[in-house]
Nanobody, 122 residues
Framework: VQLQASGGGLVQTGGSLRLSCSASGRTFSSYTTGWFRQAPGKEREFVAAISGSGIYTYYSDSVKGRFTISRDNAKNTVFLQMNSLKPEDTAVYYC????????????????WGQGTQVTVSS
C-alpha cells in the first residue's frame, strides 16, 4: 500500500488543522493506520492509531482530548483532526499502515508515507 499525507501548514497556538492520509489499494480497510510525528532534534513518536474497521482508536497522552483520528474506508483515507494546537505539536507528521492490530510501536508498521510539516506559532 502507498500512503500520501497532506494537510500540514502554519497555524497559531489554539488553532486547528486536519491532516489526511490517502492510500492506494483496495484492501485499505484491513490495515491499522497510525500517525507519528518527529520534531527537530527529537525521535519520532507515536500520535494516534485507528483499527482497520475504525472501531478502535488509541492516542498518546500528549494529544488525548485534542486530536481525533478517523477514517473513511470508502475513500481510502485516514484523518487526524488536530484542535487546540500548541507550539510543542510542531513536527513533521507521518502516516503509516500496519497489518497488525492497533499499536503505538513503529516496528509494527509496514508502510510509511512521506511527512507533512505542521508548525504552530506562539
Amino acid at each position: 500500500v502507498q500512503l500520501q499525507a497532506s494537510g500540514g501548514g502554519l497555524v497559531q497556538t489554539g488553532g486547528s488543522l486536519r491532516l489526511s492520509c490517502s492510500a492506494s489499494g483496495r484492501t485499505f480497510s484491513s490495515y491499522t493506520t497510525g500517525w507519528f510525528r518527529q520534531a527537530p532534534g527529537k525521535e519520532r513518536e507515536f500520535v494516534a492509531a485507528i483499527s482497520g474497521s475504525g472501531i478502535y482508536t488509541y492516542y498518546s497522552d500528549s494529544v488525548k482530548g485534542r486530536f481525533t483520528i478517523s477514517r473513511d474506508n470508502a475513500k481510502n483515507t485516514v484523518f487526524l483532526q488536530m484542535n487546540s494546537l500548541k507550539p510543542e505539536d510542531t513536527a513533521v507528521y507521518y502516516c503509516a499502515a500496519s497489518t497488525w492490530s492497533i499499536s503505538s510501536s513503529e516496528g509494527s508498521y509496514n508502510y510509511w508515507g512521506q511527512g507533512t510539516q505542521v508548525t504552530v506559532s506562539s
